[in-house]
């Protein structure tokens, strides 16, 4: 059996495809089936992008605390005042 495999995330891409999501409910006439459909797909998409956000904050986060140097935290106020 031969073992499919999946792209990585392109967060532009399913960005582009939400707002075309968006743009075809904007239509005046629209078919219910479909609309269910659509829904659904960008409830999808909405929830793949949330989770890239979350993992590229995290990473943001861990490469900023590995060039941090103590001083930085005193100017940026992480430090309780006396």
């Keep these: 059996m031969a073992v499919k495999k999946t792209q990585p995330f392109n967060f ?11 743009e075809w409910f904007q239509k005046d006439d629209i078919d219910l089936d479909i609309g269910l459909s659509k829904f659904k797909r960008g409830l999808e ?11 590229v904050e995290n990473e943001f986060r861990e490469v900023r605390s590995q060039y941090k140097e103590p001083a930085d935290e005193d100017l940026a106020g992480d430090s309780p005042e006396n």
């Design 12 to 22: 532009s891409k399913s960005l582009s495809e939400l707002e075309q999501i968006n």
């Design 45 to 55: 998409l909405i929830k793949q992008c949330r989770t890239r956000l979350k993992e």
